[in-house]
C-alpha cells in the first residue's frame, strides 16, 4: 500500500495481527531486529524477529501504538475504528489486458503517480492529500489473467486509467 492513510490501515492492521504480505513482513521484521540492535536491546537478530512476533500476537505492540498516537496528540479512535478514516472520492481497479506474469513494477514510475494523485510532496509547501494513493495486488513474478486486478487507486479527483501503470512494464 502507498498513501497515508492506507499504510496507516496497513499497519494496524498488522499489529492487531492480520496476515501481512510475506515479503513486506520479512522487510518490516529485519528493520525492526536491526533496529533492536543499534539500540543495544538485544544482539541475535533472530531472537529479536521472534520477540517483534510475540509482541503482536499478545497485542503489546498495538497497545504501544495506541499509546504513541495517544501521547503525539492523535485521536486514537481513529486506530481503535479503522472506518472511522475518510476514504478517497474514487477509487478504481486498474485491471490486466492480457494474460501472463508480471516481469516488473517499476517503483519510480508508481511513486511518481502516487505523488501526482497528492500522496506526496514535490515542493516542501505541497499539501498532502491523506485519503489518496495505491493498492497493489500483484507482485512481480505472479501470473496474472485478463480483466483481473492488478491494482486499485484511491484519488480524490476524476481518475484518468493510467497507461503507464495499466501494464505495470511486461506481462510475459
Do not use: W
Not at 478517497?88 to 503517480?113: F, H, M, N, R, W
Not at 493498492?135 to 497507461?163: A, C, F, R, W
Amino acid at each position: 500500500m502507498s498513501g497515508n492513510t492506507l499504510e496507516i490501515i496497513e499497519t494496524v492492521k498488522f499489529l492487531k495481527g492480520e496476515e501481512m504480505a510475506q515479503d513486506l513482513k520479512q522487510v518490516v521484521l529485519a528493520l525492526g531486529a536491526n533496529m533492536i540492535k543499534l539500540a543495544g536491546l538485544g544482539e541475535d537478530i533472530e531472537k529479536n524477529k521472534q520477540n517483534m512476533l510475540a509482541q503482536i500476537k499478545n497485542g503489546a505492540g498495538y497497545q504501544k501504538f495506541l499509546q504513541m498516537v495517544k501521547q503525539q496528540g492523535g485521536n486514537i479512535q481513529y486506530i481503535e475504528h479503522l472506518e472511522k478514516f475518510e476514504r478517497a472520492k474514487y477509487i478504481e481497479s486498474v485491471v490486466s489486458k492480457k494474460a501472463g506474469i508480471i516481469q516488473e513494477l517499476p517503483a519510480d514510475t508508481i511513486a511518481k503517480y502516487v505523488c501526482a494523485l497528492g500522496a506526496g510532496r514535490i515542493k516542501k509547501e505541497d499539501e498532502i492529500d491523506r485519503q489518496v494513493g495505491i493498492v497493489l495486488h500483484k507482485k512481480v513474478g505472479d501470473m496474472v489473467n485478463i480483466g483481473e486486478n492488478i491494482m486499485t487507486i484511491y484519488s480524490n479527483h476524476p481518475i484518468k486509467q493510467p497507461t503507464d501503470l495499466v501494464m505495470i512494464g511486461d506481462i510475459k
